[in-house]
């Protein structure tokens, strides 16, 4: 349901940055981003990335040619041409987070964590209270093993947003890969009084 949910999220961005972007393109290539949207919206992702990449040879520094052939490129599951525009808009706007945003959450998703590390610090560079970074980099750096550095992190982004379910819970089982078993408790006390059906903490403090 998070994955479906993040999509259409994703989706509804695409669609925005089209239509606020296709009336500075002449006409010709505003046809061929609208022909695009229309594909994806029935389902014929390579159809859509065909009418990007030949949008691409008249536009070949427009940040949204490259953001949307990132996005439709992770749709298709071509990850190495995804990662590729993605950077390739960064560069056309060079203070920009979305790129960064779905850089980061893309290498997450394949398990290229020191990648999805480092797109999480450029992030954070140009936004330090991102919510997305900061998780995102606690995220990458646990699946590191690197677990006190993600405390760390986890812990700075706690003091932004001292409520998230998400990150009280990642912090509650740092602390116990890191032995710290009474403070994993507490925290997940706390985790249970702002969301009661939390299966982890359910689970763990049940033993």
């Known amino acids: 349901m998070k994955n479906r949910a993040l999509t259409l999220l994703l989706l509804a961005l695409s669609w925005l940055l089209g239509a606020a972007s296709a009336e500075a393109l002449p006409t010709g290539a505003s046809v061929l981003l609208y022909d695009s949207y229309a594909a994806e919206a029935r389902g014929d992702n390579e159809a859509a990335i065909s009418r990007m990449v030949t949008l691409l040879g008249t536009q070949p520094d427009d940040y949204l040619v490259h953001y949307r052939l990132g996005w439709l490129f992770s749709r298709v599951k071509k990850y190495k041409n995804a990662i590729d525009h993605y950077m390739r808009a960064a560069k056309a706007a060079p203070g920009s987070l979305e790129p960064w945003l779905a850089l980061s959450l893309?290498?997450?998703?394949?398990?290229?964590?020191?990648?999805?590390?480092?797109?999480?610090?450029a992030l954070l560079s140009r936004d330090p209270k991102n919510y997305y970074g900061l998780l995102r980099s606690a995220a990458a750096l646990?699946?590191?093993?690197?677990?006190?550095?993600?405390?760390?992190?986890?812990?700075?982004?706690?003091?932004?947003?001292?409520?998230?379910?998400?990150?009280?819970?990642?912090?509650?089982?740092?602390?116990?890969?890191?032995?710290?078993?009474?403070?994993?408790?507490?925290?997940l006390v706390q985790l249970l009084l702002l969301s009661p059906q939390n299966a982890y903490a359910k689970s763990v403090l049940k033993k």
């Open 142 to 187: 646990q699946a590191l093993k690197r677990h006190e550095e993600a405390l760390a992190a986890t812990d700075q982004a706690l003091e932004l947003y001292p409520l998230d379910t998400l990150l009280l819970e990642k912090k509650g089982y740092l602390l116990r890969e890191l032995g710290r078993v009474s403070e994993s408790d507490q925290t």
């Open 106 to 121: 893309l290498n997450l998703d394949i398990g290229s964590y020191d990648v999805a590390l480092g797109a999480s610090n």
